[in-house]
């Protein structure tokens, strides 16, 4: 083996073992509230929209439904990784309890800095926090919104987003 690709190889060895890095799931069982309860309903504005849909018997024409709940306290287990450099994400489960299609869910945050706000729908991970974990337990306050799409028929279902850390080399 040539030099060349001896260095191509070892290159590529670093590139893989990167791109696989592992994740580590975090215990937030140190957060205040465990189980919440979000009621979903139709915006005022669209009222009109889903009252017409349902009474056509066309629930994929119905608008989507939203709900929230502001000032959710999470507290991750982060005592294994004082001073290092990480990422967590927000992970939802593939597969969620009560829903016909869960493509159909979309989970949305606002969160106090230094946490990342944004969206991630079943089956998805998304970058919550980049950067030192300075404390045995990391916290923010997350505001989130569940969003249902049109013709999604489901009366209760549970979404349990979890939080993975991943140590930055």
Do not use: C, K
């Given at each position: ?7 191509a190889a070892v290159l590529l ?76 994400y927000l992970t939802l489960p ?9 493509t159909d869910l979309e989970l ?62």
């Open positions: 083996m040539s030099l060349r690709n001896v260095t060895s670093a590139v893989a073992s990167t791109a696989s890095a592992q994740r580590v799931q975090l215990d937030d069982t140190l957060s205040p509230v465990d189980t919440f309860q979000i009621p979903l309903a139709w915006s005022a504005g669209v009222m009109r929209q889903a009252v017409a849909a349902l009474l056509a018997n066309a629930p994929g024409a119905a608008p989507q439904l939203a709900g929230h709940i502001d000032n959710v306290e999470v507290r991750l287990d982060t005592r294994d990784f004082v001073g290092q450099s990480a990422r967590i593939a597969t969620i309890a009560g829903l016909s299609s869960p949305q945050w606002d969160v106090t800095s230094p946490f990342i706000p944004g969206a991630v729908r079943p089956g998805q991970s998304m970058l919550v926090f980049e950067g030192s974990i300075s404390g045995a337990v990391t916290s923010a306050f997350f505001s989130f919104a569940v969003r249902l799409d049109r013709g999604a028929e489901t009366d209760t279902f549970d979404v349990e987003p979890y939080y993975e850390l991943e140590i930055i080399p």
